[in-house]
């Protein structure tokens, strides 16, 4: 305790003293050398004495790397060494990825996509006739031959479409010239004619307006 | 003195040096979760590939609830016909039309009682319209009230 500490006893700034006193009197600080005593050139081991080699743990205040410079700092390890020991994930996120979309590509779920078929109605043919649904002015009649070809009819309209984009004006077309807005399709297909052709039709209608679809099969090679 | 300032610029040099790195887990925990969900919700059975049509407009619905008939143009004039969703030689319809039609009836009216809803038919493109109206006059018998879909695939 210095004096003015002892005039003051409730005096709570803190002392003024240079770094020297301060180690001096740090109670952790190392006790200063004498003069004559020399500082130890190794420090004793018990385990590594005998083998000659150095205690690992203790090399370090031994001899320390330049890259320290001097300071008192334990390392655990170079940055070489710390990048050594990290995994590098980024081939591993490269096939999880790849294994992603290609799963998310293929993926077929147990939701399908459907058109519901209207049912026939009966074993027995059908007693309405072909020219019946021609007059018929709610329905659009698209007829598709043994080679795929549609034909469309609506009053006094008779148009072959032999793709689907052709089938798609036709529709069009006979929906925009009518005088009252037709709402049904009659599909009449031939035997030969492909399931795929049928359901394009229906498809077509369905995109046109027409919300009401029958299909027929019929082995007449024309209308 | 000295050696406190370069202190501090070593400091600032390191913290400087390092990069800033995101971290990636919760991307590569979401990104397994997705696989995981794909692989099983994927089927990748080549028997249950049939090469449909296409049509832009139409429902969807639960394959579960419904009676499945696969129908594939292997041979122009005798499609094969399969009860169940896969092409299993064990669950063909053999036979002539008329035993064909017959067994489609018993199939779809045994499904119906069994409550499915629907009649779901993965009927193959190329199929001709004479052999799919067949099937569908014999569904019709063995249905009361379900619905008869075809299905097909999304046209972009």
Same mark, same amino acid.
């Given at each position: 305790?210095?004096?003015? +500490? ?93 294994? #992603?979309? *290609? ?39 698209? *007829?598709?031959? /043994? ?12 148009? /072959? ?32 004619? +492909?399931? =795929? ?27 | ?6 202190? !501090? ?23 397994? #979760? ?9 089927? !990748? ?23 499945? #008939? ?17 092409? /299993?030689? $064990?669950?063909?319809?053999?036979? +002539?039309? /008329? ?38 006059? $014999? ?14 695939? =999304?046209?972009?």
């Amino acid at each position: 305790m210095s004096e003015s +500490s002892e005039e003051k006893p409730f005096d709570l700034t803190p002392p003024k003293r240079s770094r020297e006193d301060s180690l001096a009197g740090d109670s952790f600080a190392p006790p200063p050398l004498s003069q004559g005593e020399d500082v130890p050139s190794e420090v004793p081991m018990e385990a590594g004495a005998e083998t000659g080699k150095k205690d690992p743990i203790l090399r370090w205040k031994e001899e320390p790397d330049e890259a320290d410079e001097g300071h008192a700092e334990v390392k655990l390890g170079t940055g070489k060494d710390r990048e050594a020991l990290e995994l590098d994930m980024t081939p591993m996120v490269d096939v999880t990825f790849l294994l #992603l979309i *290609f799963f998310m590509v293929t993926a077929s779920f147990t939701l399908l996509k459907t058109i519901e078929q209207p049912a026939p109605n009966s074993e027995e043919p059908s007693m309405t006739t072909v020219e019946e649904f021609e007059d018929n002015p709610d329905y659009v009649l698209v *007829f598709i031959d /043994e080679f795929n070809t549609y034909t469309v009819v609506y009053g006094d309209l008779e148009e /072959e479409a032999p793709s689907e984009q052709e089938l798609y004006v036709q529709l069009r077309e006979a929906i925009n010239g009518a005088d009252v807005q037709p709402t049904k399709l009659m599909v009449k297909a031939h035997g030969d004619a +492909s399931h =795929e052709r049928v359901v394009i039709a229906m498809d077509a209608g369905t995109d046109v307006g027409l919300t009401e679809t029958e299909v027929m099969l019929t082995e007449q090679d024309a209308l | 003195m000295e050696s406190e300032l370069q202190e !501090l610029k070593d400091m600032r040099r390191r913290r400087g040096s390092e990069e800033p790195k995101m971290d990636i887990t919760p991307m590569i925990d979401v990104t397994f #979760l997705l696989l995981i969900f794909f692989i099983v919700a994927s089927r !990748l059975d080549p028997q249950m590939v049939v090469d449909l049509a296409k049509a832009k407009h139409g429902g969807a619905i639960p394959e579960k609830t419904s009676a499945v #008939l696969v129908v594939t143009q292997d041979n122009p004039d005798n499609p094969s016909i399969f009860k169940g969703a896969s092409k /299993e030689v $064990a669950n063909q319809i053999t036979g +002539s039309p /008329e035993e064909q039609e017959e067994a489609i009836r018993a199939f779809v009216d045994e499904e119906c009682s069994g409550g499915k809803r629907y009649v779901l038919i993965k009927a193959e493109r190329g199929v001709k319209y004479r052999h799919m109206d067949r099937i569908y006059k $014999a569904v019709k018998q063995g249905i009361t009230d379900q619905q008869i879909h075809v299905a097909v695939i =999304e046209k972009r």
